[in-house]
Antibody, heavy 123, light 108 residues
Framework: QVQLVQSGAEVKKPGASVKVSCKASGYTFTGYYMHWVRQAPGQGLEWMGWINPNSGGTNYAQKFQGRVTMTRDTSISTAYMELNRLRSDDTAVYYC????????????????WGQGTLVTVSS | QSALTQPRSVSGSPGQSVTISCTGTSSDVGGYNYVSWYQQHPGKAPKLMIYDVSKRPSGVPDRFSGSKSGNTASLTISGLQAEDEADYYCCSYAGSGVFGTGTKVTVL
């Protein structure tokens, strides 16, 4: 069965960086793009972008361009999302998500999600 | 892109129907038939309920239905059940993703 298992919660200071991992199993990792979505406490969902695990190509939402980097390690079927220059409003649960089988790879339509990683930014 | 607009909350008694609206623009909701709906229980990851405006993934009860008119999409839950109490988010996914502001559904 498909599983996306994310790394544990992080506490960071403003200005620092955080790197969240997402280990995929149960399917061919390079066969599906991996997207990242975040959710601030009590707030809605926000799409951040995707990485093509096959080529390493990426596409980031305009809001995060210049601050986010998505990478992958195909040898261990793991995707990463690194966010730099953290601010207090980056405090959120960060999810990795796999596109639904009928979706175009780059379309943010998801049927499998990681369990979420809480990133807290506080001085 | 700005978040799609949803009502903050809706409520209904068991067995009743509720409808959640999701208003965007001609650049997102109105321009494409790429609208999805997610259900999210507290502390859990979202679950896909509707895609391509009105299609249901396997396993989603047919009590959930979707539609669209102009720049507004809608999710209707018929025969409301206690387990339907959750937050619901719409999403326009034509190329990039824009989510709605979220609606809390309360079963009275």
């Amino acid at each position: 069965q498909v599983q996306l298992v994310q790394s544990g919660a992080e506490v960071k200071k403003p200005g620092a960086s955080v790197k969240v991992s997402c280990k995929a199993s149960g399917y061919t990792f390079t066969g599906y793009y991996m997207h990242w979505v975040r959710q601030a406490p009590g707030q809605g969902l926000e799409w951040m972008g995707w990485i093509n695990p096959n080529s390493g190509g990426t596409n980031y939402a305009q809001k995060f361009q210049g601050r986010v980097t998505m990478t992958r390690d195909t040898s261990i079927s793991t995707a990463y999302m690194e966010l730099n220059r953290l601010r207090s409003d980056d405090t959120a649960v960060y999810y990795c998500a796999r596109p639904y089988i009928v979706a175009a790879p780059a379309d943010p339509l998801f049927d499998y999600w990681g369990q979420g990683t809480l990133v807290t930014v506080s001085s | 892109q700005s978040a799609l607009t949803q009502p903050r909350s809706v409520s209904g008694s068991p067995g009743q129907s509720v409808t959640i609206s999701c208003t965007g623009t001609s650049s997102d909701v109105g321009g494409y038939n790429y609208v999805s709906w997610y259900q999210q229980h507290p502390g859990k990851a979202p679950k896909l309920m509707i895609y391509d405006v009105s299609k249901r993934p396997s396993g989603v009860p047919d009590r959930f239905s979707g539609s669209k008119s102009g720049n507004t999409a809608s999710l209707t839950i018929s025969g409301l059940q206690a387990e339907d109490e959750a937050d619901y988010y719409c999403c326009s996914y034509a190329g990039s993703g824009v989510f709605g502001t979220g609606t809390k559904v309360t079963v009275l």
